[in-house]
């Protein structure tokens, strides 16, 4: 029943997203035509929608749509939100969609919204690591993402007024909270915790975080990065987190690097450091590496409660919440080899 409610969702908005999107977008470009409306598969919190807009003076414009996934009510307003984290991004240099439009509107059901530049290149991290055509992105990955991570994590909390931007100054008391709450305890998480708590290393310094910095969220050309995609959890605290997220097994997808299956610590730790001054030790990393794993397990146990209690029908979030099973595998490999 779940498939059948999504797919026809997904009929009904493609009959009748043209429509909406000549009046939304008439604000900003003016009388437009809307050709080549394609809903794309990424992303298990929003959906998303590739078009064309042509304007009163034949010039294409090449857009994104992305919406609030329905029913997830502590996703609402992040499309909103995060237009306005890609303004402030792209005036700190980071490599970002330009922003359109965005916010709530009636035609999307009150939905939040963000229609945004759409930006050539490929985001699907096994071809990016293995095809031969990104070869040459492959060998600036490392580079290219400690410069990206260095502005992010420049950006100020003054640039950020008027956004609701949360602060995580214990994010594994933080992520411990949410665990207790889904009232589903797994014994690898608990010895995770347990961890964690002990091996706390000092913090690395305090900024605004992406949060979700990895393959699959950066958009690369045949030359290197070109847009960091996804900013939905957003938020300040300590840096590493972002480098630690990029060395998760789940986010090696296969490849024998333990940054990104691509590369090694030494070689994250070292341009970051050029690019920002902050200096990591090995250790630090490994910490947030392990954290980010635990963090994920924990991100798809509570997709997978969503889903049985009936808040979303969205077979995609079934799925990771299968996942549980392969982050409990990866702590306890990565536990292994810090000799615990």
């Known amino acids: 029943m779940g498939n059948l409610q999504e797919s026809t969702s997904m009929g009904n908005n493609a009959q009748s ?16 035509e809307v050709i080549g409306l394609t ?7 929003r959906e998303t929608w590739s078009f064309d807009a042509i304007d009163s003076h034949d010039q294409i414009h090449e857009l994104i749509l992305q919406m609030d996934r329905p029913g997830m009510e502590r996703l609402e307003g992040t499309c909103a ?6 303004t402030i991004a792209q005036k700190n240099k980071v490599p ?3 922003v359109i439009v965005s916010g709530h509107s009636q035609n999307f059901n009150g939905r939040s919204f963000s229609i945004t530049s759409r930006i050539p ?7 990016i690591l293995r095809d031969d055509k990104w070869s040459y992105a492959r060998q600036n990955l490392i580079s290219d993402s ?3 991570l260095a502005s992010i994590h420049s950006i100020k909390k003054t640039d950020l007024v008027d956004v609701d931007i949360e602060t995580t100054d214990n994010p594994l008391n933080t992520l411990r909270l949410v665990y207790e709450a889904l009232e ?42 070109n847009a960091v995609l996804d900013w939905e959890i957003a938020h300040f605290g300590d840096p590493c987190e972002d480098l630690g997220w990029m060395c998760v097994r789940a986010w090696r997808f296969g490849g024998s690097g333990t940054v990104a299956g691509i590369s090694d610590y030494e070689s994250l730790l070292e341009s970051y450091e050029s690019e920002s001054g902050r200096k990591i030790p090995v250790r630090t990393l490994q910490w947030w590496e392990i954290f980010g794993t635990l963090r994920w397990g924990v991100i798809c146990l509570q997709m997978g409660g969503d889903f049985r209690s ?18 409990e595998y990866d702590l306890l490999i990565s536990l292994g080899e810090q000799k615990l």
């Open 17 to 32: 997203l043209p429509k909406k999107l000549v009046e939304i977008l008439h604000s900003t470009l003016g009388k437009v």
């Open 39 to 45: 809903r794309l598969s990424g992303g298990a919190n």
């Open 81 to 86: 939100r995060e237009a306005k984290i890609l």
């Open 96 to 98: 970002v969609p330009t």
């Open 121 to 127: 290149g490929e985001t699907i991290a096994r071809k």
């Open 146 to 148: 400690a410069k990206a």
């Open 184 to 225: 589903d305890p797994h014994p690898t998480f608990d010895l995770a915790f347990r961890w964690l708590e002990k091996k706390h290393p000092e913090p690395t310094g305090f900024s605004f975080v992406h949060g979700d910095y990895r393959l699959g969220n950066l958009l690369f050309g045949e030359t290197g990065l």
């Open 310 to 327: 009936g808040r979303t029908n969205s077979l995609e979030i079934a799925a990771i919440g299968r996942r549980v099973a392969e982050n």
